[in-house]
């Protein structure tokens, strides 16, 4: 079976500030990995995935994720937090087998400061 | 974007009735999915198919059934509506590199918001 941890249900953090949030992951296989955004009365956008090519991915709006085997980790990051990246965040896991499926997290709600 | 469809957009509903959400999608592509979104449990899989006619259940599928009979179209039944079905419900849809392996993002639409009375 796989799942996916996001610890925490908010994070807030400062214009300008690094954004980190974390997910971690359970599968039985190696994963493909994905992060999402969902703005509100939206639907989800895809941020960045993790397909077993580079364990270091740049996704859209500046954001990137690292994927560390050891750690059974993909946490989310970006430098520096834009006003516009308000939002909430899900991480999800596939194991890219016959008929697989994707399992997401909880999610993750980002709140901007001025 | 692509192109996924979900009607109706919204609905109330009275507990007891039977009510079918539809998703369209013009990508031809093979695998479609059902959520639901509510607050503090992300989203859950209700229902997935794999091909025409082939689908499998998700984690809270209970109360609901899918039918797909076409490529483009998969529908979501909920046979005898209850509060608790009230929801946002998402349908998405994903493809394949290479045969059986689901390595590519799924699309979603924009969501039905379902409100049980």
């Known amino acids: 079976a796989q799942s996916v941890t996001q610890l925490g249900s908010h994070v807030s953090v400062s214009e300008g500030a690094l954004v980190l949030l974390r997910c971690n992951y359970s599968s039985s296989v190696p994963p493909y990995l994905f992060w999402y955004v969902q703005y509100p009365n939206q639907g989800l956008q895809l941020l960045l995935k993790?397909?077993?090519?580079?364990?270091l991915v740049k996704g859209i709006n500046g954001f990137e994720a690292e994927f560390k085997k050891s750690e059974t980790s993909f946490h989310l990051t970006k430098p520096s937090a834009h006003m516009s990246d308000a939002a909430e965040y899900f991480c999800?896991?596939?194991?890219?087998?016959?008929?697989?499926?994707?399992?997401f997290g909880k999610g993750i709600t980002l709140s901007v400061r001025p | 974007d692509a192109g996924i469809t979900q009607s109706p957009r919204h609905k109330v509903t009275e507990t007891g009735t039977p009510v079918t959400l539809r998703c369209h999608q013009t990508e031809n592509h093979r695998y479609m999915y059902w959520y639901r979104q509510d607050p503090g449990h992300g989203l859950r899989l209700i229902h997935y198919s794999y091909g025409v006619k082939d689908t499998d259940k998700g984690e809270v599928s209970d109360g609901y059934s899918v039918s797909r009979s076409k490529t483009e179209d998969f529908l979501l039944t909920l046979e005898s509506a209850t509060s608790s079905q009230t929801s946002v419900y998402f349908c998405?849809?994903?493809?394949?590199?290479?045969?059986?392996?689901?390595?590519?993002?799924?699309?979603f639409g924009q969501g039905t918001r379902l409100t049980v009375v």
């Open positions: 993790y397909t077993s090519a580079a364990t």
């Open positions: 999800a896991v596939s194991n890219g087998g016959a008929n697989s499926k994707l399992t």
């Open positions: 998405a849809i994903s493809e394949s590199s290479r045969q059986g392996a689901l390595n590519t993002e799924a699309f």
